[in-house]
């Protein structure tokens, strides 16, 4: 089991791009983001989280994201593409993910993917 980061304020981080001047003022928002929630983790469990979770799962796939979460330590990258794969498949800057909800067939993510 283990606590990783969804950002600190879980804002849109693409949607969001336009209201910020230049690469460098939007580059500072997305380490300010990951960095607080990162350091909000550790304060607690004394472990840094290594995976983001992208709110909203805006931004799968963006290059700063991509950067920015690099530099910041983060191993990989949760997307919400709805979707699995196998270890071949694997791409850590967009790693998809099934959803488990209370309403959630288990039988049909079994017919879909085993």
Not at 19 to 48: A, G, H, M, N, P
Not at 68 to 87: F, M
Request: glycine share 6%; hydrophobic share 35%.
């Amino acid at each position: 089991f283990s606590f990783e980061s969804h950002t600190m304020s879980h804002p849109y981080l693409l949607k969001g791009r336009e209201k910020f001047k230049s690469d460098i003022e939007y580059e500072r928002f997305l380490e300010k983001e990951f960095q607080q929630s990162q350091s909000f983790i550790y304060k607690i469990t004394k472990v840094k989280p290594k995976f983001l979770a992208l709110p909203f799962g805006d931004g799968a796939w963006n290059p700063s994201i991509i950067s920015v979460a690099t530099r910041k330590g983060y191993n990989g990258i949760r997307s919400s593409i709805w979707d699995a794969c196998t270890l071949a498949d694997l791409n850590l800057h967009c790693m998809p993910g099934l959803p488990v909800l209370s309403e959630t067939n288990i039988k049909d993510l079994c017919n879909r993917y085993l």
